[in-house]
């Protein structure tokens, strides 16, 4: 299906918003732990900020389940940052959260070098934020 905006998407629910949010709990808290061997595994910040990626992405799919009963299925993330906008209230912020995350995500994922630490931190910030939003939105 493909809304205003062109976004492709699916349907979901609320069930399925449950769901997508403990999948993004999980991934922060997988992150941390990774993020937490700090400099002695130089890998631990791409891969900590890899998870932080994957934790934006089904937060953001959870409040757009919650909220709209849809979820971005395009192959391309950023689609889903066009969708996340229209969440209410807060969804344009969310939004941002998620596109920094997204900035990040080639080079924590497929990248030939590794994610600094600065980077590593805003990833992690940035995806508390997009999971707190989600659990707000899941609490209305």
């Known amino acids: 299906m493909s809304p205003r905006g062109g976004v492709r998407t699916t349907a ?29 595994v130089p890998a631990s910040a791409s ?17 757009c389940c919650a909220a709209l009963g849809r979820r971005s299925r395009a192959q ?4 889903a940052v066009r969708l996340l906008a229209q969440v209410e209230p807060g969804g344009q912020e ?3 959260h998620l596109e920094v995350l997204l900035d990040l995500k080639d080079t924590a994922h ?9 980077e590593l931190r ?11 939003y989600a659990k707000t939105i899941l609490a209305r």
């Open 94 to 96: 969310a939004a941002r």
């Open 12 to 40: 979901c629910d609320r069930t399925q918003a449950k769901v997508r949010l403990d999948h993004a709990a999980k991934y922060r808290e997988v992150a941390e732990l990774v993020a937490s061997e700090g400099e002695a």
């Open 122 to 132: 805003r990833a992690l910030r940035r995806s508390e934020q997009l999971v707190s």
């Open 76 to 79: 391309d993330h950023r689609q």
């Open 110 to 118: 497929y990248g030939v070098i590794h994610v600094t630490s600065a």
């Open 47 to 63: 891969v900590g900020a890899g998870l932080a990626v994957l934790a934006g992405i089904a937060a953001a799919d959870a409040a």
